[in-house]
T-cell receptor, first 114, second 113 residues
């Protein structure tokens, strides 16, 4: 089974701090994603990466950056955290079992910015 | 931009009842997926439907892909409290690229014992 591991389940940070969210997958997938999930808004794509050192903006990249130095690890960075970035953050990697795309998600990091 | 509308947004029913949730779009998708997310966890893939008109069954869950590949439904028979969760549909675009998945906002389902 694919395993996507997010480093923290819960995180509390202060406004203005630089915050790092880490995600590791063990299936050698090329494509990895960061989403945030908010009530009434669903899953919104922040950034994705299709290869090491490659990144693409998603729908809501403002205030975030990412890093993909190794294939298995995709990091989300909040450059200067703000209260409106309080959310559930989900990392996913994309596999193609049987030729059909399927995203494998981590358990999420619930981030609170005070 | 491809959009997926899910309905209802919230549904609370008694154990043993049947229910249907819907996922609709004006866009055509090459395939459509359903995920379930339980509290405190990430979404988990339940099924992928690929062919227009396709019906797939997963125990008491029946998934159908519309003939035009623009919509899908999930029917649960004799719902159980363990079915409680957030159900997300996701459309797989016909184009390539890593960003080819579009998610609906989800249906929150609560099954009361």
């Amino acid at each position: 089974d694919v395993k996507v591991t997010q480093s923290s389940r819960y995180l509390v940070k202060r406004t203005g701090e630089k915050v790092f969210l880490e995600c590791v997958q063990d299936m050698d997938h090329e494509n990895m994603f960061w989403y945030r999930q908010d009530p009434g808004l669903g899953l919104r794509l922040i950034y994705f990466s299709y290869d090491v050192k490659m990144k693409e903006k998603g729908d809501i990249p403002e205030g975030y950056s990412v890093s993909r130095e190794k294939k298995e690890r995709f990091s989300l960075i909040l450059e200067s955290a703000s209260t409106n970035q309080t959310s559930m953050y989900l990392c996913a990697s994309l596999g193609t079992p049987g030729g059909v795309r399927a995203q494998h998600f981590g358990d999420g990091t619930r981030l609170s910015i005070l | 931009t491809q959009l997926l509308e899910q309905s209802p947004q919230f549904l609370s029913i008694q154990e043993g009842e049947n229910l249907t949730v819907y996922c609709n779009s004006s866009s055509v998708f090459s395939s459509l997926q359903w995920y379930r997310q339980e509290p405190g966890e990430g979404p988990v893939l339940l099924v992928t439907v690929v062919t227009g008109g396709e019906v797939k069954k997963l125990k008491r869950l029946t998934f159908q892909f519309g003939d035009a590949r623009k919509d899908s439904s999930l029917h649960i028979t004799a719902a159980q409290p363990g079915d409680t969760g957030l159900y997300l549909c996701a459309g797989v675009g016909s184009g390539g690229g890593a960003d080819g998945l579009t998610f609906g906002k989800g249906t929150h389902l609560i099954i009361q014992p």
